[in-house]
């Protein structure tokens, strides 16, 4: 998985979206009904288990240095795009996660044991997407600034003793690569 995989809108948690923005008494409901239950726990296993997977490459990456081809202008840019994706989970999770812990307030204790796991386990994929996002633009941010300090290194080619043979050579090029003749020929 790649950071900017990572920012994909595809790669977010599903259970936003199942849920919606779920009202207390509209998410009572919704529980009690064994088909959304199982549709929301189905859907939930699949987020822990893409949040675990993007926790581990966080874990692995976040201390390495930025790979030495990419650009430092790439990684600036990544590391805003981060920082959007980030703000944009906060705004939308944490009304979501608001409703799911008044749900699960001990005073109004009117769930099943299952149920109440369920909840939980919603707020640890809801936060910890959101911890993820917080150390993705953290990581991004922190790479884009080492590159910016290191001096950029120009490489030049050789000087060429001789008059060059453009046509020979493009011909020559034009043999080795026949996909690019043909993309050239449309």
């Known amino acids: 998985m790649s950071p900017i995989a990572v920012l994909r809108r595809d790669l977010e948690p599903g259970l936003p979206q199942l849920l919606g ?20 726990r189905t859907q939930e296993d699949k987020d822990l288990a893409e949040l675990r997977e993007a926790r ?6 976040s201390e ?5 081809d990419v650009e430092p202008e790439w990684l600036v840019e990544t590391a805003a795009k981060a920082e959007r994706k980030e703000r944009e989970a906060t705004i939308h999770f944490r009304p979501v996660i ?24 919603a707020i ?8 993820f996002y917080g150390g993705l633009r953290a990581m991004l941010a922190r790479q884009a600034e080492e590159r910016s ?9 050789r000087p060429v003793p001789g008059d060059i043979d453009h046509e020979a050579l493009s011909r020559e090029f034009m ?11 449309k």
């Open 21 to 40: 923005s779920p009202e207390p008494a509209e998410l009572e409901t919704r529980l009690r009904d064994r088909d959304e239950f199982e549709r929301l």
């Open 56 to 61: 581990k490459w966080l874990q692995e990456h």
């Open 64 to 68: 390495q240095p930025a790979p030495e």
């Open 98 to 121: 608001a409703v799911l812990k008044q749900a699960l307030n001990p005073a109004s204790d009117t769930f099943e044991a299952e149920v109440q796991q369920l909840l939980r386990d």
């Open 124 to 131: 640890e994929v809801l936060e910890g997407w959101l911890a």
């Open 149 to 157: 300090k290191l001096p950029r290194v120009v490489l030049r080619a």
């Open 175 to 185: 043999a080795r690569f026949p996909k690019i003749r043909a993309a050239l020929a």
